[in-house]
């Protein structure tokens, strides 16, 4: 079985995760093949925009358990390789935000501990109503402390250190109003729904949103001040795209743009 499925819809590329039996859980074989996918995608300058979602019943359970378990054999009890398993799943996901083109995530059924930090971390996100999100890890005892990461940057502290000491899922409207998703849709119209908004963002210039969205995520841990220079100095070099002045100059002569 392909447990990545990559199918490309004009500008778009959509990545399934395929491992349903595992509820799409973030494997040793998940991780690499998304990884690498990543690092295709960040050259393909033919894709706008980026799906990431589930097969199955679930979009993403988090990491796979029984393998995690399996690695507490060796000598050091697992810890070298419980280090190198978060430290490939944090490369991963920093791929994902370091990307060139906007990545959506595509959510339905659950998506847990690190399924919940992979929804945090996608660039935006669409559920299906009644999708439950948790950072549950704390019920077996495993407090979610890498998925903490992404979720703190998408919901406030004090509702974030709730999930993640109560256990507690929330769903679709609770979600959407603690800034975790865009928004949600009855499930029937979520794969739609996505590809929309993954369709209106391919439709801009391509050049204008790759300098948008590297800049958004490097102003935003800088100071205001720091933050208004270094978006003067990302604006400059906007501006000097040949395509960035057909836009303008169509604009101004009310006609499309004719961008190369």
């Given at each position: 079985m392909t447990i990545l499925i990559r199918e490309d819809i004009g500008a778009v590329a959509k990545l399934t995760l395929n491992s349903p039996e595992r509820l799409n859980a973030l494997s040793d074989e998940m991780l690499a093949v998304l990884t690498s996918m990543l690092d295709t995608l960040s050259s393909d300058a033919s894709v706008k925009a980026v799906i990431i979602a589930g097969s199955g019943k679930a979009f993403c359970a988090g990491h796979d358990l029984k393998q995690m378990q399996a690695k507490r054999a060796d000598d050091d009890g697992g810890a070298a390789a419980f280090k190198d398993l978060f430290d490939r799943c944090?490369?991963?996901?920093?791929?994902i935000q370091s990307l060139p083109q906007p990545v959506i995530a595509q959510v339905h059924g659950i998506a847990t501990a690190a399924g919940c930090q992979l929804v945090a971390t996608c660039d935006l996100a669409v559920a299906a109503e009644g999708t439950r999100f948790g950072v549950n890890g704390v019920n077996i005892g495993l407090f979610c402390s890498t998925p903490m990461v992404a979720l703190t940057r998408n919901i406030g502290r004090k509702a974030a250190f709730e999930m993640l000491t109560t256990g507690r899922f929330i769903e679709t409207e609770e979600a959407q109003r603690l800034g975790l998703i865009n928004r949600h849709v009855p499930a029937d119209d979520l794969a739609e729904a996505t590809l929309e908004l993954a369709q209106a963002i391919a439709g801009k210039l391509g050049s204008a949103v790759r300098h948008g969205k590297g800049a958004f995520y490097e102003q935003a841990e800088m100071?205001?001040?720091?933050?208004?220079?270094?978006?003067?100095d990302v604006m400059v070099r906007n501006m000097a795209d040949d395509d960035t002045d057909e836009g303008i100059n169509a604009f101004l002569?009310?006609?499309?743009?004719?961008?190369?």
């Open positions: 944090a490369t991963m996901m920093g791929k100071t205001t001040q720091d933050a208004y220079a270094f978006t003067g002569e009310k006609r499309p743009p004719n961008w190369e």
